[in-house]
């Protein structure tokens, strides 16, 4: 099929038609083949900075994995440029540290909602208005994680931009993360990655649906208390649960059409 070089996303080099209406979206880049081995026939769509992209189908369905690089401005892009494609439904499948001494490493966090303590979100929307997770999404994931019989746990991260914890940081930025930590912990705030606030707010902007999933890689406020804390790097269970919710989200999207 011949594509007209106007449609082509400037970023992630895809034209309309080349990705489903599905895409999951990792971080890095080396995860997206991983991800696409879950799909039927998939195929190598485009590599072009940190964000590659390939398509397949699950369930007859036409669904894509694209990576986003770390952080929100790069995560913003992707969505934005796959919207413009055709893409409609999200699931951000990632890893993060726990807060939550509960939250252990290898336990997935649903996240519900997201603490906007990050730049990005703020380009679309007011900080006063709240990054939330679509409802649909999340009730898939809770239903994929309990039909697999993971652990999990469902609740509000932080998404803030420097990836350096506030402890190690020995600046006035970095107390001033620490006091706001504490507040955070205070609300029960599970766990803290990068990308989720901007995520969910560019998802409301652009009235589409988004949620996520992450693998608890550590979590240093168990650390600090003395408590196992392994490191934990394999992110299939997290990759397994996106993946069976938007089976999910594709059957029930079936049944509301009928």
């Known amino acids: 099929m011949h594509y007209a070089e106007e449609e082509m996303q400037y970023h992630l080099q895809i034209h309309n038609g080349q990705v489903g209406k599905y895409v999951i979206l990792p971080g890095d880049p080396k995860r997206c083949e991983k991800i696409a081995a879950y799909f039927e026939h998939p195929v190598l769509i485009a590599d072009s900075r940190e964000f590659v992209t390939y398509t397949g189908t699950l369930e007859g369905e036409t669904v894509s994995v694209t990576s986003t690089g770390i952080g929100g401005p790069s995560a913003a892009i992707a969505m934005e440029e796959l919207f413009k494609a055709g893409a409609h439904t999200f699931i951000r499948v990632g890893t993060c540290g726990g807060i939550e001494t ?36 999340i009730c898939a994931l809770r239903e994929a994680a309990r039909d697999q019989a993971i652990r999990f746990h469902t609740g509000v991260c932080r998404a803030r931009t420097p990836l350096r914890t506030a402890r190690a940081a020995g600046h006035a930025g970095g107390l001033h993360a620490a006091a706001a930590l504490g507040a955070w912990k205070k609300m ?16 409301q902007y652009l009235r589409v649906r988004c949620g996520a999933v992450f693998l608890t890689m550590a979590n240093q406020e168990r650390e600090v208390l003395g408590l196992s804390n392994p490191v934990v790097h394999d992110t299939d269970m997290a990759v397994r649960v996106g ?6 989200l594709i059957a029930q999207d079936r049944m509301t059409k009928l």
Do not use: W
């Open 102 to 137: 509960e939250v252990q490493s290898g336990d997935l966090v649903i996240a519900t909602g997201a603490v906007r303590a990050e730049g990005t979100s703020r380009e679309y929307a007011p900080i006063e208005y709240p990054a939330v997770a679509n409802l649909d999404v």
């Open 188 to 203: 029960g705030c599970l766990a803290s990655e990068m990308e989720s606030a901007a995520l969910f707010i560019v998802a």
């Open 243 to 248: 993946v069976e919710a938007l089976k999910k």
